[in-house]
């Protein structure tokens, strides 16, 4: 077994137990057992059709056993496929000649029947990804979700002071500015469970040419269809020599709109902890600096937002570069392809971090209640708005006048508010009011989550 230290790739070295559960999906030999499931399968569904009468159907044990070839494929199958590779310099035919090993003589001219290589591969590649997602990727995220929405829920009445374009403004808590997070991810979670990625198996330039002239009365497009159904994919029947990658492109779509979500999360959460309304729970065992003893630093979440860059910038390349192929196609999507397991990789590790450093992270209420009390002048929103409410057609200008550029305390505020021509009602709801109060509908906003 390699040693992992000697790996060019990060996910195959320093990060390989956080992305090891993906090997499964996205590894080479994953690919191969990909390939044999789509071909043997498509053996067992071309024996089922009566009007190929030269091949019989296959009885339940029978089938069992083919599809044992891919169920029980392991590394020395591996091993044997990549050694027929070098031979015939081609993947997809070393998988049909591996087939051809397993089965009898008879039954070799059946299988790869009329296919192109992309018939296999596209239904590959896209089985893949989908099962990458589901089984990998979306259980992580929807637990970050909860863990967001936990923290969200349990911090709902904390004030603290907002900052807008890095200024001083109207307070919010702690929990409703999670909660905002909680849905933007919601709903790209639930468009990427329900997305549906599209498959073709239609021959060499998508016409079926090679099948109708071997079997005429065979509706091959029906079949086609119900065969990538069969998998668990949506037909695509008008299509050159590949499937053309707008599905794939969408769905990578939806993680870069993930990555670019969770981003702001670590830019916001990076930003708290650097205020010290946030803080870091310490580990005994770490080192913050080599030269610095006191630092914790937000490496989680730096960390996180680095390789949700890398796998972004890669999913973007997918998302431009796959639909785009010459004429019926040409080879620059299957080198592409394979990167789409790393693309995904890199996001699964950064939620690994995202949830290391949302487990990490303390409320200091003291330094956020300190902060608070030093930004009095957040108020004369409120104070302005009031006065409109009194008919005062200068109300902005006059609080303008009183707060901007000013040092404003409790004292200033309730000396000007004293002042005012309004509703005795009016005036003591805002003697009455301060920064920790003046948070509107924060935690009953959270409550919607």
Not at 13 to 38: D, I, P
Not at 81 to 97: G, P, S, W
Not at 146 to 175: D, I, S, V, W, Y
Not at 409 to 430: H, Y
Request: hydrophobic share 40%.
């Amino acid at each position: 077994m390699s040693n992992p230290l000697n790996n060019i790739s990060p996910l195959d070295g320093r990060y390989a137990n956080s992305v090891k559960e993906l090997t499964a999906y996205f590894s080479e030999a994953a690919l191969m057992r990909y390939r044999l499931k789509v071909e043997i399968e498509y053996l067992i569904a071309l024996g089922n059709e009566k009007e190929v009468k030269e091949l019989f159907p296959f009885s339940n044990t029978e089938q069992v056993r083919l599809r044992i070839i891919y169920e029980n494929f392991n590394s020395a199958d591996a091993e044997k496929v990549k050694d027929i590779e070098v031979i015939t310099n081609h993947d997809v035919k070393a998988i049909e000649y591996f087939i051809q090993g397993k089965l009898k003589k008879s039954l070799h001219p059946w299988i790869h029947f009329a296919l192109t290589s992309e018939d296999v591969n596209n239904l590959s590649y896209s089985l893949m990804w989908q099962d990458g997602l589901q089984q990998v990727y979306l259980p992580t995220l929807h637990f970050l979700y909860k863990e967001l929405k936990n923290l969200a829920r349990k911090h709902k009445n904390a004030p603290m002071l907002a900052l807008t374009h890095g200024q001083p403004a109207t307070p919010t808590t702690f929990g409703k500015e999670l909660a905002v997070f909680c849905r933007r991810l919601k709903r790209q979670i639930d468009q990427i469970k329900v997305h549906k990625l599209l498959g073709k198996f239609n021959g060499a330039t998508g016409t079926w040419s090679a099948h109708i002239v071997a079997y005429p009365k065979v509706n091959w497009v029906r079949f086609s269809e119900r065969f990538i159904k069969s998998l668990g994919l949506e037909p695509n029947m008008i299509t050159t020599q590949i499937e053309p990658h707008d599905s794939a492109s969408e769905s990578y779509h939806q993680i870069v709109r993930v990555n670019s979500i969770l981003t702001d999360l670590c830019h916001d959460m990076w930003s708290y902890i650097s205020r010290g309304i946030l803080g870091l729970k310490k580990v005994e065992s770490e080192v913050g600096s080599s030269t610095m003893p006191h630092k914790i630093n937000p490496i989680q979440f730096e960390n996180a937002e680095g390789n949700m860059g890398l796998a972004s910038s890669m999913l973007n390349h997918l998302v431009i570069k796959l639909p785009v192929s010459r004429m019926q196609r040409d080879l620059t999507d299957s080198t592409t392809l394979r990167n789409q397991g790393v693309a995904l990789g890199h996001s699964h590790l950064a939620l690994q971090n995202i949830l290391k450093g949302l487990s990490r992270i303390t409320i200091n209420k003291v330094q956020m209640s300190a902060e608070l009390n030093q930004h009095w002048e957040v108020l004369a929103e409120a104070i302005q708005t009031v006065l409109r409410k009194a008919g005062k057609t200068d109300a902005y200008e006059q609080l303008k006048e009183m707060t901007s550029g000013q040092a404003i305390d409790a004292k200033s505020i309730a000396e000007f508010v004293s002042e005012l021509k309004i509703s005795d009602e009016d005036k003591q709801t805002l003697m009455n009011l301060t920064p920790k109060k003046y948070i509107g509908l924060s935690a009953k906003l959270v409550d919607l989550i």
